[in-house]
C-alpha cells in the first residue's frame, strides 16, 4: 500500500501510520498536493497536503507539510 515515489496529486500515504490513520486523512477532504518520495531523496517522503476549499481558492498558505522516514 505504502509507495515512496514523487508524485504531484494522488493518494496519501505516511511510512509511519497505520492503513486506518492513512485512511482517514484521505477522507478528511485534504489533497495531496506534492509528494517528494525516495527516488529524490532515499530517505522518505516530504508530503504537502491542501484542504480542498483552499485549492479552489489558490490560497497555499495554509498547506500542510509532513515529512516520513522510511
Known amino acids: 500500500m505504502f509507495a515512496g515515489k514523487s ?5 496519501y500515504t505516511n511510512l509511519q ?3 486506518k490513520q492513512v485512511t482517514n486523512v484521505n477522507e478528511s ?3 495531496l498536493l506534492l509528494q ?3 527516488n529524490f531523496n532515499n530517505e ?3 508530503i504537502v ?4 476549499e483552499d485549492l479552489a481558492r489558490c ?3 495554509k498547506c500542510k507539510l509532513e515529512w516520513s522516514q522510511s
Open 17 to 19: 501510520m497505520t492503513e
Open 44 to 46: 522518505g517522503l516530504f
Open 29 to 31: 477532504g485534504k489533497l
Open 59 to 61: 490560497d497555499f498558505s
Open 49 to 52: 497536503l491542501i484542504n480542498k
Open 7 to 11: 508524485k504531484i496529486f494522488g493518494y
Open 36 to 38: 517528494i518520495g525516495e
